[in-house]
């Protein structure tokens, strides 16, 4: 294996998942009693974490953007999470990399419960040696900070073992983690995010399909 420790973003690499997010979006907006801005462009909020999402793109002051963040949750908990569906071949190809004894980690920037409880629903969770995401209270919500964590947390020595480690995501916020963190980045063409931002942060090659992954990988 060329990478020992392989880290997947979920939303747009693991799992079509953008009827959710967008559901979830928008009861929140509903139940704060404010307009949700435009939700046709993915890019803008599948990604980056989501209390930045309420700040940025809603346009939130911090207090109503901590209770946008907690409604989504509650909201996605119950109904946005069973809309989540595995693209096609990921399943395959996870099952190839871990029988080449590649350790495996599902690296989000979405709540750590919630996603453990998305890879339980797609099971997958055999698949993966870690589940890597964020705190309720906003911390470890950025990749850069999320990367070190789950190359320990697959039983690596971050500073001795970033050589070994990569990065596969679909957005520029991947991209940029992985650039800030000195890993190696792979970006997936079939997510949300641009070819073209994630280049321009590093990217090193893409891949059209979860098997092309695999080509990259080995």
Not at 21 to 32: P, V
Not at 53 to 59: A, I, V
């Amino acid at each position: 294996m060329r990478y020992k420790y392989i880290l997947f973003d979920l939303d747009g690499t693991i799992t079509k998942s953008a009827d959710g997010i967008r559901a979830s979006l928008e009861n929140a907006a509903a139940q704060l009693g404010v307009e949700p801005p435009n939700l046709d462009d993915y890019t803008k909020y599948i990604g980056p974490p989501l209390i930045d999402t309420f700040l940025n793109l809603f346009g939130l002051p911090y207090e109503d953007a901590e209770k946008g963040a907690q409604l989504y949750r509650d909201y996605y908990s119950e109904h946005g999470k069973y809309m989540n569906k595995v693209y096609d071949g990921v399943a395959e190809l996870l099952a190839e990399l871990k029988n080449r004894g590649a350790k495996l980690c599902v690296c989000t920037s979405k709540y750590e419960p919630f996603a453990a409880e998305i890879v339980e629903l797609m099971h997958l969770t055999p698949l993966f040696d870690a589940i890597c995401g964020s705190n309720l209270d906003g911390s470890r919500k950025d990749k850069k900070d999320l990367i070190p964590y789950a190359v320990q947390s697959l039983g690596g020595d971050f500073a001795n073992d970033r050589a070994k480690a990569v990065m596969i995501g679909d957005t520029w916020f991947d991209a940029q983690g992985a650039e800030l963190c000195g890993v190696d980045f792979f970006g997936v063409t079939y997510g949300y995010g641009s070819i073209g931002a994630m280049r321009e942060h590093g990217a090193i090659s893409f891949a059209d399909t979860p098997h092309d992954l695999l080509t990259l990988l080995t």
